[in-house]
């Protein structure tokens, strides 16, 4: 079955810290993948995203992420966190096979220490 | 604001209610999609639109749920006889269906039923 997981429900970090969010996934096809950010009562906002091509991929607000098929993850990576990185984070995978509808992990919440 | 509008922003209804939400999607956007997310967990697939045609409907989607897309544009999602259980963040997002499934949300529709 299709499924992600995002290991950790919720994360503290200070700010300045760096931070890596987990993702891990199951997909029979070739999966493209993504990260959105949600803050309370707001709707999904695109971080980035994984079609193809090379593994490491850049996104909004100094976020990227690696695609390793081998492990079957997409790690959310930040060298420094803000203040305002504090929100909801989840992972997605889709395919165009599957109507490009998504699959979401639980979430993982990040709250960030002065 | 990523150019997906939902309508109304909150709902308070009563049990045994009838309800309508409306998603206006990017308008060259041609896929439309209902996701619902529940407290603490991620978005989950209900339903999507390729223009007018309702092409798959999740399990989660109960007959009391009905979607429409009528001319390709907007969309409702009606629920009757709501219950307690349905409350939740209800979310549309778009795409255009030969570029990936890239998603772009809207702030969700939060109902609540006492």
């Known amino acids: 079955a299709q499924s992600v997981t995002q290991p950790d429900i919720h994360i503290t970090v200070s700010e300045g810290a760096s931070l890596e969010l987990r993702c891990n996934y199951s997909?029979?096809?070739?999966?493209?993948l993504f990260w959105y950010v949600q803050s309370p009562g707001q709707g999904l906002q695109l971080l980035l995203k994984?079609?193809?091509?090379?593994?490491l991929v850049q996104g909004i607000k100094g976020f990227e992420a690696e695609f390793k098929r081998s492990q079957s993850s997409f790690n959310l990576r930040k060298p420094s966190v803000h203040w305002s990185d504090a929100a909801e984070y989840f992972c997605?995978?889709?395919?165009?096979?599957?109507?490009?509808?998504?699959?979401f992990g639980q979430g993982t919440e990040l709250s960030v220490k002065p | 604001d990523t150019g997906v509008s939902q309508d109304p922003r909150h709902k308070i209804t009563k049990r045994g209610q009838n309800v309508t939400f409306r998603c206006d999607p990017i308008?060259?956007?041609?896929?439309l999609y209902w996701y619902r997310q529940t407290l603490g967990q991620g978005p989950e697939f209900l339903t999507y639109?390729?223009?007018?045609?309702?092409?798959?409907k999740s399990r989660l989607l109960s007959d009391r749920f009905s979607a429409e897309r009528p001319k390709g544009s907007f969309s409702t999602l009606e629920i009757q006889r709501t219950e307690q259980g349905d409350s939740a963040m209800y979310l549309c997002?778009?795409?255009?269906?030969?570029?990936?499934?890239?998603?772009?949300f809207g702030p969700g529709t939060r109902l609540t039923v006492l």
């Open positions: 997002a778009s795409s255009l269906g030969d570029r990936g499934p890239r998603q772009f």
């Open positions: 997909y029979g096809a070739t999966p493209y």
């Open positions: 994984y079609f193809s091509g090379d593994t």
């Open positions: 997605a995978v889709g395919a165009d096979n599957q109507g490009g509808k998504l699959i």
């Open positions: 308008s060259e956007h041609n896929r």
């Open positions: 639109f390729q223009n007018e045609a309702q092409l798959e």
